[in-house]
């Protein structure tokens, strides 16, 4: 793991110096709009616009403003002149007359150009109070700093990232001109800050755009330098607009009169570009489908369709008529501007990774549905319905309503949990899973678990239906649905999904430690979004905790069960034994006596020696007999020596000595093969083969049974296969008795992979295999001892073993 800190680069320390720029500009223009309290105003905010050399009404002048609320005026109306005095050459001073008359001479008149027609109206005149300086800053401080925050959340979040730097600049350039768009300074100081904001920053929003839209989502992997291409051109419309306002260039002298319009043309052409190169790269990823960026790209586009949108109409009317409509102002478009920084900065943290991400992306989407909820209630409650003009306190109520929206997704509701599942997706999947988990451990048996983990994943993935089939019982299919869960009835021979209300989705197996517990059924969702590859990744999570719990409540079950079988084992291996005894032993001891009372009457009788000597001869080899008999009960008792270079040797020997007496014909291969396991582990072996090759001969009945046994890097495997009756394994581990239970639990004390293949009519294959040990060092043999016939077990630990002068290191 790095644990080095990196070091900022040089561009986002720029940034961070830059950052203060807004919060200047933001700062200096609360407090300059303070110095208009008591100032003389007709009403409204005008805004001298170089492009048309006149003085229009702002778009930023609140609705409800007197001079617009009374129709006179309207936003982008062109004031030429007040009182038949040219509006260039007007002093605003001379509005102090008008303000201290209480008599209808305080109205004023304006000769203005409304769409290319020149109109007279008359504007009444007032002084600025608090609570038009409240409408005016209430709606521009707010949304500079949700701008000014998102863009240091992005730079802070990934500082080494292009993308996100050229996000961050864009965002602090666009909190900088909305600064700029309001500010009580006089005319010379007021140059310098429209040159410092509005001038400074409106010709780089084209470019930015630009570059960040050949970054996002993936940079172009030819001509990447077409991402600068546009910055050339925003600097000289920067610079034009500038040389206008300041006069620093004496070259661009012949220029100033037509720079404004110029630069002004670039920076809309500017933008448009920007903006097609940056919606339309995003529209190609959303059309392209590529699940792993797709779904941010849909982000983006909804952001910048809900956000940018209205402004781009509006200032397309703007520009085209040079006026708007009565209600239209840039304060309720602005707010505009909180869906599209938040969406675009959503969908771009999401398409990133870092440690925080979880935290920030839920305020970020929260803010993100809060403000579209907030827009839509405004655009058709305040303005659809009332015909109330957006002034600042309204914009101000809206701001309210998007956090109180914020703080509804807080409580448990349904819109809460679509919210999660399509914006916290993995929020989602960790509570789902945890929630799963927690219910499987208070699960009590087999059966509950079966149908809490069927009714847990229905609800996980919101499917109409969820199937699970149990390996143990597999004439049954437990089906959960929105109602109830109910047990319907299968082909246990079949796979089929006959008994299912419908085709499932999705198929999953059960499995667990290597054994097939299963198969779970996911049903479609009959809801706009199907289901996907999250999803799917999600059910298949599910679907293994599921599986990992059947296996345990199998286990206790089986366990439960032991008991009896080993009563049932004990006693069935006691009549076995005297079985034996009784068949095998007892009649030749039985005869012994007879024997000696016949010698005795032999010798009383004075028989001759001959016929003694055979009498003795006939018992002893009896004797004999006997003792071999007593000798291969104690063989099947205690196994013989199983150690790594006597295991095959000791099932090929078995295999011979039992197939004899059963009179079946054996094959072995590899019985010579020799693998350094312990004398634990080759026990157990061989036990569990000695196990398949009885139940083979006592069940099956064949006529050929093959063992064969393989070595290699992969471990050790026995392969034992006869061509007998077969069977089904999974009815027989719910039916049989303690042979196959005890090959099992041999194999999991071991850690060995033990397969049962088998069909009725087609004989039946069991496999064994014992996974190798990782060894280190030099390959010696000295990993076996065998000394005096007795094999020394390998000693495996978590270091590696050095044994001096004998160069061998075994590690596990």
Known sequence: MDTKRHPFPWQAYVLLIFAGAPLIAGTTSFISALNLLGQPSIGILPLWQGAIKCNAVSPITPPS?????????????????INDVSALTWPYRELERYTDSHNQSNLVD???RRGGEP?????????????????????????????WTLALVVLLAQPHTEANQVFAALFLVLALAIAGLFHGLNDAEGRYYTAFTIVSSMAWIGPLLHHLALLTPRPLPRFAFLRFALHPIGLAAMTLHLDSMLKFAPLLQSWRASAPGFASAINGVTMLIGLAAFLGRA?????????SIANRMWVLLMSWGLGAGPLTLASAYYLLTYRAPLWTSLQPFLFCLVILCTGTAYAMLRYQSFAYRGRVLNVLAMIYLSAAIACVV????????????????????????????????????????LYRRFFLRHQHHYQATLDFATRMNQASDLDAVVQQGATLIRQAVMSDWVAVRHALAPDRIWLATAMIIEIRQANPLHTDTTCLPEAPAVICQLASEGELLGTLYVGARHVPEPLDEEDERLIGLLATMLAHAMHIRAQIQRLSEVPALMIAAQEQERERIAQEIHDGVLPALGALPLGLIQIEQSVRTGAPADTIISICEAYRERAVRTTRELRSILRHLQPPIVGGTHLGL???????????????????????VVYPLDEFTSRHAYRIIQQAIVNALQHARPDRLDVSIEAGQHGWTCRVSDNGHGFDPQQSSQTNGFGIFSMRERARIIGATLTIESQPGQGTTVTLQVKGKKREGRKESGALNVEGGQSAPLRYSSEALRVENEGARIAS
Do not use: K
């Open 65 to 81: 403003w007197p001079g617009m609320a009374s129709g006179a005026l309207q936003t982008g109306d062109c004031i030429e002149m």
């Open 110 to 112: 304006l000769i203005i």
């Open 119 to 147: 109109l007279i109206v008359r504007a009444p005149v007032l002084r600025l109070t608090w609570l038009h300086v409240l409408q005016l800053q209430a709606g521009i401080i707010p949304i500079i700093l949700v701008v």
């Open 283 to 291: 529209g190609f990823w959303a059309w392209r489908g590529d699940r």
């Open 378 to 417: 405004m655009v058709i409650v305040l303005i659809g319905i009332f015909r109330t003009p957006v002034d600042g306190l309204l914009f101000m109520a809206l701001w309210s309503a998007t956090f109180t929206t914020t703080l509804f997704w807080h409580t448990d509701s349904p819109f809460r949990r």
């Open 650 to 672: 000791s099932i090929q020997a078995f295999t011979q000595e039992i197939c004899n007496l059963y009179q079946v014909q054996a094959t072995i291969h590899g019985a010579t």
